[in-house]
């Protein structure tokens, strides 16, 4: 199954597949630049033995991640590593032959400090500090391997360093907030949602219930087509819970919303609250609600409910021209279930 994301995670995704592309496609059209107008004749051979085989080793295996990133966006962060470790092989060989050269490699800093904020934003806070750390250890390594570094040159790497820290750490801070606002972004999310679903059954709550009954009825208005509600109560449901206990009850009230929306196609059924339910029937006259409000009580009474026998009682009214308001609506159903509850239960009203 695939992993559902919020919209706000999908958006990440989304700049995580950018930043790589535009990654590896500079990286890319660095390698082709630097190649064409450096002041050394290219031939094919570099690419094997040349001082500079490193970059153009690393200029293909950015193309290839272009391509990958092409053919699998949603594995960007695999996709990614191999950038990386191209990134630090170069940078353990230009720092190697430093102590040849003693020539700082001014290109490889510029790149080095770039993806120190690029990494936090494609593996997230805590990901991004473990290849921070990473790559910082392995240049520090290589630096110490190389030693001694002195004067202008030691200079110039302490300052690509705290040039490289200040942009890690500016991105993890930067993304740490990032991820706490999702997080917070989430929870709002599905606390609004919780308000909106009872937890008991999984319809809707009374409020949603609410607003789709107002809807209903401000369309059913303007358009002039019919409009029906159906109210439906569980006969002595304070028996079920009495006799085989409250958690027996709830998976009633389950089981009922869900054999209510089984057979309700074209219409939103929600709790009202305690074992009373709305029904909503856009489009529907009092003919057709009625015939559903008695399917809906013969399919109770003749199918056990979450393995229990129980019987429910239903209301039935329809939108007619003395009515202009939810309120209106909903008491002459309500009359309807107690006229039904009255004349014995089990029965439509």
């Known amino acids: 199954m695939a992993e559902s994301r919020s919209p706000l995670e999908q958006r990440l995704q989304q700049i995580r597949i950018w930043i790589v592309v535009v990654a590896n ?10 190649t064409v107008i450096g002041p050394d004749a290219f031939h094919w051979a570099d690419i094997l033995h040349g001082g500079h085989r ?24 695999e996709i990614y590593l191999p950038y990386v470790g191209t990134l630090l092989l170069v940078s353990v060989a ?41 790559i910082m250890g392995v240049i520090v390594a290589a630096l110490l391997y190389a030693a001694p570094i002195t004067g202008d040159l030691l200079a110039d790497w ?32 599905e606390e609004l949602r919780t308000a909106r679903i009872d937890m008991v059954t999984g319809v809707p709550g009374r409020a949603i219930t609410e607003q789709a009954l107002e809807l209903s009825l401000q369309s059913a208005l303007a358009s002039g087509r019919p409009l029906s509600v ?23 009230l389950r089981a009922f919303a869900a054999r209510l929306e089984r057979q309700v196609h074209h219409g939103q059924v929600g709790r009202w609250g305690g074992e009373e339910f709305l029904i909503v029937l856009p ?31 239903f209301g039935v009214s329809s939108l007619t021209d003395g009515m202009a308001t939810t309120e209106a609506l909903f008491t002459a159903a309500d009359q309807a279930l107690y006229a039904a509850k009255r004349g014995g239960r089990n029965q439509v009203g």
């Open 158 to 189: 302490l300052t690509t360093l705290i040039v490289m820290t200040v942009a890690g750490a500016s991105s993890y801070l930067l993304m740490t907030l990032i991820e706490s606002n999702m997080l917070v972004n989430e929870r709002t999310i």
């Open 54 to 77: 490193t970059r153009y080793w690393g200029g293909f295996i950015t193309l290839g991640g272009l391509l990958a990133v092409w053919a699998w966006p949603a594995r960007v962060r």
């Open 25 to 34: 496609a500079a990286y890319l059209i660095y390698t082709v630049l630097t």
């Open 230 to 252: 159906i109210i439906s109560d569980i006969d002595h449901f304070k028996s079920v819970n009495d006799q085989h206990g409250h958690r027996r009850g709830d998976e009633v």
């Open 283 to 313: 489009g529907a006259a009092y003919a057709e609600a009625r015939m559903l409000a008695e399917s809906l009580c013969q399919s109770v009474k003749d199918e056990t409910v979450a393995g229990i026998g129980i019987t429910a009682s």
């Open 94 to 134: 230009e720092v190697l032959s430093v102590v040849t050269y003693r020539v700082m490699p001014f290109h490889l800093a510029l790149w080095l400090s770039a993806n120190m904020a690029i990494v936090f934003l494609v593996y997230g806070a805590r990901g991004g500090l473990r290849v921070f750390t990473l």
